[in-house]
């Protein structure tokens, strides 16, 4: 069975930094790009972060540019998210999503969700 199961989330201080991972299982993990998506409380999706299958691509949302760094170990089936400067209006639960080829429409990763292209999510509180 195809699993992605993130962990990583807390509650911070602004200005804190987290990692979370994200490990995959079930599928070739080399063969996807990956991407984090999250969902703030009472909004809808964000597109955060993706990175290509081999790791040489990747790319930010402008919310998180020169905070955010996305990365994966293919060795390990884990992709990453360091973040760091971490404000409150990052609150949100983040997502780790598969997909077989490069998009930055959050719609198209939007349709597949429900199926095994998505993660169950952690939860990220920023507050003081």
């Known amino acids: 069975d195809v699993q992605l199961v993130e962990s990583g989330g807390g509650l911070v201080q602004p200005g804190g930094s987290l990692r979370l991972s994200c490990a995959a299982s079930?599928?070739?993990?080399?063969?996807?790009?990956m991407y984090w998506v999250r969902q703030a409380p009472g909004k809808g999706l964000e597109w955060v972060s993706l990175i290509s299958t081999g790791g040489s691509y990747s790319r930010y949302a402008d919310s998180v540019k020169g905070r955010f760094t996305i990365s994966r170990d293919n060795a390990k089936n884990t992709v990453y998210l360091q973040m760091n400067s971490l404000k409150p209006e990052d609150t949100a639960l983040y997502y780790c999503?598969?997909?077989?080829?490069?998009?930055?429409?959050?719609?198209?990763?939007?349709?597949?969700?429900?199926?095994?292209?998505w993660g169950k999510g952690t939860l990220v509180n920023i507050s003081s």
């Open positions: 079930g599928f070739t993990f080399s063969a996807y790009w």
């Open positions: 999503v598969r997909y077989p080829r490069f998009t930055d429409d959050i719609a198209t990763m939007s349709a597949v969700r429900g199926m095994d292209y």
